[in-house]
């Protein structure tokens, strides 16, 4: 067991009462460096220790410390060596068929309950989803929420498929669960009319993409109690689900937001999520608007100096600190690593050349063609162009067929698809240029002594492959994807691809590998981290392997690079808001 301690001053008085308090079965964490005679104690930066015992010497101290001690949140605390208070033990909460919630659920659910809209950042493999079948449970018996009108659970479209449905058949709630995923008008009108006459607690799962059907068939008002299963989806408050997303949880009595990765690539992304689940907190707290947020806490990071178009930002000094204080009482955080004993989970990045058509070819691409985007984005600035903006130039790279590049985003997705081996033409067909990772994969699966999960980034990825080694590929589109999955479990599959941008989340695949191998990389951390989590996480028996195939000199080491930088942004966040 690790214990945390938090003393202001070390006196006499919070040393002798300190002592007793110090097993030597237990490792300690203290802010203080103690006497040598107290052995099992280490240092901790005080901001660092979560849920302490805390000593303080004085009352007036207490008085001066109160504002920080509540951003650590004690579970006892002693005034001159008197215990004043502590936490309450918490309550049992059991599901319908006798399992037992542990402790971390239960606070998940303690909290929701008494916060009604809230965003849980409960990591991945923490049973998000059961800690909110028990809340809405216990919402259904105190009759707080009215047990004739349906649920709603807006969730990614392999979640709202299985998911729900699985998870509420196996912790025995007896609730009626209706799909709506995939279904022409008159099936899904069919479908909806179930809920005009119901005999107990009925969920309906859908996706975001079925949000303007929902309103249309429901209206605005319809739900009391709505989970957003991936809050992430609704991270851009301008886009159209999020703007539907709000009209039905501003009315709701109850919003769970869901997530183990609330800012996956930029603090940016919290807002369009904060104002999904509690929109009067989030604009008043934080800002009215998106905009009002960005110049309340970051600066802008990443500028061009020819156009002046800002292409990210960073947060201000102490803007961290400030946004947590804003929304630490609607927000909850709990991380895997502090709760779970998990298998290691470790990186390698193995590197490949390529040839010298390809090694020219890329850095044409990157210098020259760079260069030209360069001049004709200033020539837009200056008002002498033909093109309109600076996000539709007309810059034709000279490749083995004629390529339109029409700003850098284009121009870094096309470096990407070359450092692995091929470009893209307009039609949608490709040029080959070189085979290095190809060569490398197979060397690796030939070698394996386990079964590989493979994620690729490019159609091409895909085609090119089945030159070099035999495989399986998982889509959760495809009817067969059930099946696929179970044999993968099974330990039958030997290799297997799948696509993380469609397919990082939902997916229970643990069992049938640990070992990951990233043949081209996604830029985002969200889905980086999502896919890593579909073997790394409760249920995994052995250590787990993340290899990353990365051609030297080419964006992709960059890529890598940004993703930690980003990891190491939403860590602090989630450490934070525990």
Known sequence: ??????????????????????????????NHKLPSKITNVKYKDKNLLENPIVFIDTKENFKKEFPFLKTLNPVKLYIAGVLVWKEKPLRKITTPNGATLREYQVKAVEFALKSNKCGLFIDMGLGKTLSSLAAINELLETKQLNSRKPILIIAPKTVALDTWSREAEKWGYDYDVIINIGLTPKKRDKLFEKTNNFEKPTLITTNPAQLANIIKYFGEDAFEMIVIDELTQFKNPKATCTILMQKLTRNAKY???????????????????????????????????????????????????????????????????????????????????????????TTTNLFVKMNKKAKETYDYLAKEISEQIRIAEKEVIDGISDSKSTSSLNIVADLEHNTRIANRGVLKNKLLQLASGAI??????????????????????????????????????????????????????????????????????????????????GLNIQDGGHTIIWLTLTHNNEIYRQANKRLHRSGQKNNVQVIHILTEGTEEIKIIEKLTNREVEQDNLMTKLK
């Open 1 to 30: 067991m690790t214990v945390n301690i938090y003393i202001n001053n070390l006196t006499s008085e919070n040393i002798k009462v300190l002592k007793e308090h110090i097993p030597k079965t237990d490792t300690f964490y203290c």
């Open 424 to 505: 893209y033409k307009q039609d949608g067909s490709f040029d080959v240029y070189h085979d290095e990772k190809f060569v490398m994969l197979k060397d690796i699966v030939e070698n394996a002594t386990s079964p590989l999960l493979i994620f690729y980034n490019f159609k091409s990825d895909l085609i090119r492959a089945r030159e070099y080694i035999k495989f399986e590929h998982l889509e959760s589109k495809n009817k067969n994807a059930s099946e696929i999955m179970r044999r993968w479990n099974n330990g039958e599959i030997p290799v297997l691809f799948l696509n993380p941008t469609a397919n990082a989340r």
């Open 255 to 345: 919003v769970f937001g869901l997530t183990g990765t609330p800012t996956p690539n930029s603090m940016l992304e919290l807002y369009g999520q904060l104002a999904v689940i509690d929109e009067y907190k989030t604009k008043t707290r934080l800002g009215v608007d998106q905009f009002k947020y960005r110049d309340n806490y970051f600066t802008p990071d990443i500028v061009n100096k020819v156009t002046g178009q800002i292409y990210s930002y960073k947060l201000q000094k102490n803007a961290l600190d400030k946004i947590i204080s804003n929304v630490r009482d609607f927000t909850i955080s709990m991380k895997t690593a502090d709760l779970l004993e998990l298998p290691e989970l």
